[in-house]
């Protein structure tokens, strides 16, 4: 199997690119986009900015299951170990005293 390297790939993104930038209304959809989906014309400045676009963007529901997510994560990364079932009860009363509402 042939490897190739780094300065290869990007050569070829770069040959990729110049062509979507040659072609005709590439660069006018791109800006009709970004107004519909009110993306800032020079982009984001930081990570920062892109998550909190990105989670303005979400339903209640969704920024829900993010936080219970990113909990999870975060009490494996406490506790040292996987969540698994006998754990659960543990988990949730842990959950819901650091967020405070009952989920079912």
Known sequence: MKKYSADYFEKKFHILFDKLIVKEG???A???TRIELEIPEGGFNNQLELAEYLMNRLSEKEKEHITMLAFIEQYEAVNKKRIEESDR???????LKKFGKKKS
């Open 26 to 28: 590439f660069i006018d």
């Open 89 to 95: 009860e543990q988990f949730t009363k842990d959950f």
């Open 30 to 32: 791109v800006k009709k």
